[in-house]
């Protein structure tokens, strides 16, 4: 490898918003973040399901009148 083109990679800290910390290596340095796996509704299980039911009815009833 040269010598002199690569950034330094040393111990990181990623810390979420939640107060998680995680640490890893990375050239940026230590990053701050919103959301991260331990407080994801995604990754929690806490995610709502969106109800989809009469949504086409809903849209039918909406523009039946301007199609006519």
């Known amino acids: 490898m040269k010598k002199g083109i690569h950034p330094e990679y ?6 979420c918003a939640c107060g998680s910390i995680i640490q890893t290596r990375s050239t ?3 990053l701050h973040v ?10 929690t299980g806490k995610q709502k399901d969106i109800e ?5 009815e809903k849209f039918r009833k909406k523009y039946a009148t301007a199609a006519k």
């Open 52 to 56: 989809a039911i009469g949504r086409v």
């Open 28 to 30: 940026q340095g230590d």
């Open 10 to 15: 040393n111990e990181a800290k990623i810390i």
């Open 34 to 43: 919103e959301t991260c796996s331990s407080c994801h509704p995604f990754y």
